[in-house]
């Protein structure tokens, strides 16, 4: 390597000697007459090179110049380390070649510019997009439910089995919370709080308080749940109280251990410091609803639907206020009245009050409705059917 950064510096030397003899030729030229440009122009040029030596390197080294920056040009991405190197020790070989030291040294600078490699900036990070954020954020919102429905966080009354993998003992691993959420675990000293505490939380508080082994290995789970409760009521076959084993379940667990009775329609969530809760048991979305402990629901049955009439008169057998229901058509509601009367005609008159009060009025051929040439209409509630006499 450092015999290529040699030559690559004394190519460089010599070319830019010879710009500068190819600049003092072209300027002789320009001086001399067109008559003796050939004689003097070589006079000229040979009074400008040192001596034919010179010459002979020069056109060696021209030649020899493509295969060069072949060579070194694997050499190009190397650290600017390497390339500090080459040129502190280009430097005095060139110097004892006996070119001049100026340009020795523009030779360096140019070597040590090609080879060294542009410093490498700290990449930025790329700032996030709002859109990205509230994703992000939204993400972070939705599984927060999720995590209620995977924990359990133990309180007064669950029995825990703490098992210590050191021992090899026959004692009961029950222990139950007492009031106030203590847990009297003998090898722990004194009583130690767990109310809130998952098992995971409770086996590393124990660890740090079993000083009999240096290193204890203590295994806690729930044996029984008592903790969490919630309250079901109403139209169920299993009425009563429910444990809870996490801290929310979505209200379909809790339908399935209460069994709803067939006419329950909707569930109503009552929960401390918040309204109460409707939910329509048909909505299978709905019934994902989570319930948390302390909860209390109730089950009733839908609520009928309010009474919904429609007016027909003029020539029918029995005119009044009707019952509707949906998907009433125009003839049904004739027939459910006994039928037009004696003197009826074909066109009758439907009138429907739009949203600004106002009635609209609609004219049918009765007859083209019975003989299947129009649609046979449906009716809404609230509307006004007359019935024309024949002659209209």
């Not at 493509?66 to 070194?72: F, I, L, R, S, Y």
């Not at 109280?241 to 339908?255: F, G, S």
Request: aromatic share 4%.
């Amino acid at each position: 390597m450092k015999r290529i950064y040699l030559v690559i510096a004394l190519a460089l030397a010599i070319a830019t000697q010879t710009a500068t003899v190819l600049a003092q030729t072209n300027d002789a030229h320009s001086a001399s007459p067109p008559a003796a440009n050939g004689n003097g122009g070589a006079t000229a040029n040979q009074a400008a090179k040192p001596d034919k030596t010179e010459a002979a390197k020069t056109e060696k080294t021209e030649s020899e110049k493509p295969d060069e920056a072949h060579k070194t040009q694997p050499a190009a991405p190397a650290p600017a380390a390497l390339s500090t190197t080459a040129a502190v020790t280009i430097a005095p070989s060139t110097s004892s070649s006996g070119i001049d030291q100026s340009a020795a040294d523009a030779s360096v600078k140019t070597a040590t510019t090609v080879l060294g490699a542009p410093p490498v900036m700290p990449t930025a990070p790329k700032p996030q997009s709002p859109a990205a954020a509230t994703t992000n954020s939204s993400t972070t919102a939705s599984a927060a439910p999720l995590v209620l429905t995977n924990i359990y966080r133990v309180g007064v009354g669950d029995v825990l089995d703490i098992r210590l993998l050191n021992a090899n003992t026959s004692e009961s691993t029950l222990f139950t919370i007492l009031e106030g959420g203590l847990l009297e675990y003998p090898l722990a000293g004194d009583p130690l709080p767990v109310t809130g505490l998952t098992v995971e939380e409770i086996s590393a508080r124990l660890q740090s308080r079993v000083k009999i082994y240096d290193k204890p290995q203590v295994v806690v789970s729930v044996r029984d749940y008592a903790s969490h409760n919630v309250i079901v009521t109403g139209l169920v076959q299993e009425p009563g109280t429910k444990i809870l084993r996490r801290e929310a379940v979505p209200l379909y667990v809790l339908l399935a251990q209460a069994q709803p009775r067939p006419e329950a329609g909707r569930a109503t969530i009552m929960r401390t410091g918040s309204q109460g809760i409707t939910v329509d048991l048909n909505d299978t979305t709905a019934t994902a609803q989570l319930v948390y402990p302390g909860d209390v629901i109730t089950l009733t049955a839908t609520p009928a639907p309010a009474p919904q009439y429609y007016f027909i008169g003029g020539q029918i057998v029995s005119p009044g206020q009707k019952d509707f229901h949906a998907g009433l058509t125009l003839t049904q509601a004739i027939l459910a009245c006994g039928g037009v009367g004696r003197f009826a005609g074909s066109k009758v008159k439907v009138s429907r009050q739009g949203p600004d009060g106002r009635l609209v009025t609609t004219e049918y051929n009765l007859k083209q409705i019975e003989s299947g040439k129009i649609p046979d209409p449906l009716l809404q509630p609230g509307d006004r059917v007359e019935i024309g006499r024949s002659g209209w």
